[in-house]
């Protein structure tokens, strides 16, 4: 916070503003004015609205948003719309349907060029040779000539239009300001139906185009599906066949069936050969035989063993009752006998027609077999057969699902090419405003001066930064590290001339106390020591070096004895401001030796002070003050008055003040507030302390007490003591002044 406190002087701020404030104002005034008359002189200009609402679905008779090509379902959709009501195409409609080109407002060519503009013609005239450096324009056809003017009021025109899409919306605001209310609702309006019907022409030309392509195109389509039909039919045809699939079942069902009868007829022979084999190796053992089980298991043996178990039975039973003997015996067992035999002959029939039963599985096996190869080939070449119809009815498949595909295309696009949907429909048309949307009269008027305020203040910082002279006494101290003697104030005389004896004038008493203030503190710089000589001298001429030097030796003189010396023998001016002779010999002549001392020495009857003038100008004036007659004269002058106050020449001028710096007890530096830049008064105190000369302080001539007061932070108490009264303009006494110091 110090540190903030030490770059932003608030009080510093506002004391710059109090300092430039009449010319701020004044300024601002101007610029107001000026805005004033600007916002005054341009033409009303009023601004008319449409809305628009975009349709996020568009109204159909049937779903055709593939042959349109629009996809609402996208941000995107929007975006692309609202470009298109700021298109050239949307514009360049609105200006020929309303014949804009022919308006004065969008065609400056209409409007009575000023006759400034014929200087250019009016020097060709005049200047007859200048014809030839004139390049010719070029010639325009009629279409060029319209497209260029179409150009310019389309610039025109494209400037005062404005498209704002409403923020998470689908509607969009279509201004538009013209000079005229009504034509800025026509336009409007214009722009919004003009979208709509160049949508509708559109969409009705990307119908029609697309019915066009798709009747062609289904006559190509047509014909590829007949021929591919024919085609189809012929191959039918020449290979005799009706129903393929039907066929192809049939075969295949056949030569399953073949293949399950040969695995029969091959498990039939199996069995046969393993039977016979078995049955032909036991041929001469009826038991072994009997004891397979596949010939046992035959029906036929089976029974015949069943009458030989029965009379075995039989005679076992009989055997119980009866001898071997006996007739019931006997006839048992030649029934046993029989059974035997018939037994017997039943296996060897049996066996044989083992062998012929495996010759007939054989048989039956190769036929189906055979059976089997031939419906193989037959299959194989129906199934060649089916790949052809296959592809044949493939290609008639395709082509008639892409027909009926363009076909229903084609009639829905037929059906709804006539059917006008909107995309886009007006929720607020445009009407008439009844106020000017701009110029914002009173809105320029303000900002005019806001904006001339705030520079006209910015302007004023950075003079007052660019300004490095003293503009308050307290800056002398701050910038130049010296003492301030004292302020002496700013006294408005004609050119410039201030009257020799203003010390004494009633009504400068604020001059008069500078003066004092003045001497007392340069009094007390020396009071400790015996220094009895000064030099007054300045860093650029008109700062007030002669003033000050006066009217410091007119306060030393109302206290103790002064010389007054001009020691400026370059341009002196000590002599005519105390209207003494141009012969009047001085410092020149004395130190010449043409003229005594008495001889030079003028005694001021109205302050009582000893003037030495510069005398005649001599052609070497620094080698007089450099010569020891000069010192000597100093040493004599210290013995005779208790003050000597010298009047020099600038020290940026010449280098007189640092040769008299050396001869003398001390300096002081005069600089003029509001004049002398800071660094020339930096730079000859630089040179005079390397002189080691004794600097006892600074005088600020002619500040405005009244500006520094106000914008400096220099106040005066004169007022509070009674100085700044109207007095009489009677001199005072110089007993009565002494009497008063």
Not at 202 to 207: D, F
Not at 533 to 556: C, Q
Not at 579 to 589: K, V, Y
Request: aromatic share 6%; charged share 25%.
């Amino acid at each position: 916070m110090p540190q903030m406190e030490q770059l932003i002087d608030i009080k510093q701020i506002w004391l710059t503003l109090l300092k430039y404030k009449w010319r701020i104002l004044f300024f601002s005034l101007m610029v107001t004015a000026i805005a004033s008359l600007v916002a005054l002189s341009k033409p009303s200009i009023y601004t008319a609205t449409a809305t628009l609402l975009i349709e996020s679905k568009q109204a159909k008779a049937v779903s055709v948003e593939e042959v349109y090509g629009l996809d609402t379902r996208i941000n995107e959709y929007f975006l692309t719309q609202f470009e298109i009501l700021k298109s050239d195409s949307i514009a360049l409609a609105v200006i020929r349907k309303l014949d804009l080109v022919n308006n004065p407002e969008f065609n400056p060519a209409l409007v009575q060029e000023d006759k400034l503009l014929d200087l250019s013609v009016d020097i060709y005239s005049l200047l007859p040779f200048l014809n030839g450096l004139k390049k010719p324009a070029p010639e325009l056809s009629a279409e060029d000539e319209l497209y260029r003017l179409e150009q310019r009021v389309l610039a025109i025109f494209k400037s005062k239009l404005s498209i704002s899409p409403v923020r998470k919306t689908q509607l969009v605001n279509i201004s538009f300001s013209s000079v005229s209310p009504t034509l800025a609702a026509q336009v409007a309006n214009e722009v919004g139906n003009v979208y709509i019907e160049s949508n509708l022409d559109s969409t009705m030309q990307v119908a029609n185009k697309a019915s066009g392509w798709l009747n062609d195109r289904l006559a190509t389509l047509k014909a590829e599906l007949q021929a591919s039909e024919a085609k189809l039919q012929d191959f039918l045809k020449q290979e005799g066949l009706v129903d393929i699939a039907g066929v192809g079942g049939l075969a295949s069902q056949e030569l399953n069936e073949l293949t399950s009868q040969l695995n029969k007829a091959r498990d039939r022979r199996v069995a046969a050969e393993s039977l016979y084999n078995l049955a032909k190796s036991s041929t001469q053992n009826v038991a072994q035989i009997s004891a397979v089980p596949e010939i046992t298991n035959h029906p036929v043996i089976r029974d015949v063993k069943l009458a030989v178990s029965n009379a075995e039975r039989k005679i076992s039973d009989l055997t119980k009752r009866y001898g071997p003997k006996h007739p019931k015996m006997k006839a048992a067992q030649a029934e046993l006998a029989s059974a035997e035999k018939n037994l017997d002959r039943e296996l060897r029939q049996l066996v044989k027609g083992i062998g012929s039963e495996v010759t007939a599985a054989r048989q039956a096996e190769n036929t189906i077999r055979g059976e089997i190869d031939s419906r193989k080939a037959e299959f194989q070449e129906l199934t060649v057969k089916t790949a052809r119809y296959s592809e044949f009815q493939r290609e008639v498949d395709s082509n008639k699902q892409l027909y009926d595909l363009f076909l229903n295309r084609y009639k829905e696009t037929s059906a709804s090419s006539d059917f006008g949907s909107t995309i886009a429909r007006f929720t607020d048309v445009a009407h008439q405003p009844l106020l000017p949307s701009a110029p914002k009269r009173k809105l320029i008027v303000l900002m005019a001066f806001v904006a001339s305020f705030g520079f006209g203040c910015v302007v004023a910082f950075v003079l007052e930064a660019l300004n490095d002279t003293f503009t308050s006494a307290k800056q002398v101290e701050h910038i130049l590290g010296v003492s301030l003697l004292g302020v002496l104030p700013l006294v408005k005389a004609k050119k410039d001339k201030v009257p020799t004896y203003i010390y004494y004038d009633e009504k400068q008493r604020a001059f008069s106390e500078g003066v004092r203030t003045i001497r007392t503190g340069y009094m007390l710089s020396n009071m400790n020591h015996d220094n009895k000589s000064v030099i007054v001298t300045s860093s650029e001429p008109s700062e007030g070096k002669t003033t000050s030097a006066i009217n410091l030796a007119f306060g030393l003189a109302q206290l103790e004895k002064t010389i007054l010396i001009d020691c400026d023998l370059r341009r002196p001016a000590i002599g005519r401001r105390f209207d003494l002779p141009s012969a009047q010999p001085g410092l020149a002549n004395l130190i010449a030796g043409t003229h005594t001392f008495e001889e030079c020495l003028v005694k001021d009857e109205v302050s009582g002070l000893d003037i030495l003038s510069a005398g005649l100008v001599p052609p070497n004036p620094q080698e007089l003050l450099a010569s020891e007659r000069f010192t000597v004269l100093l040493d004599k002058l210290k013995q005779r008055y208790a003050r000597i106050v010298l009047d020099t020449a600038p020290c940026q001028a010449v280098s007189d003040a640092y040769l008299l710096s050396q001869k003398v007890d001390s300096c002081i530096l005069v600089t003029r507030a509001e004049h002398t830049r800071t660094g020339v008064v930096k730079q000859t105190l630089g040179k005079l302390v390397q002189q080691g000369v004794k600097i006892d302080g600074v005088i600020l001539n002619r500040l405005n007490l009244k500006k520094a007061a106000k914008y400096s932070g220099h106040g005066s108490y004169y007022e509070y003591y009674g100085y700044a009264e109207k007095a009489t303009p009677s001199q005072v006494p110089i007993k009565q002044e002494s009497q008063s110091a």
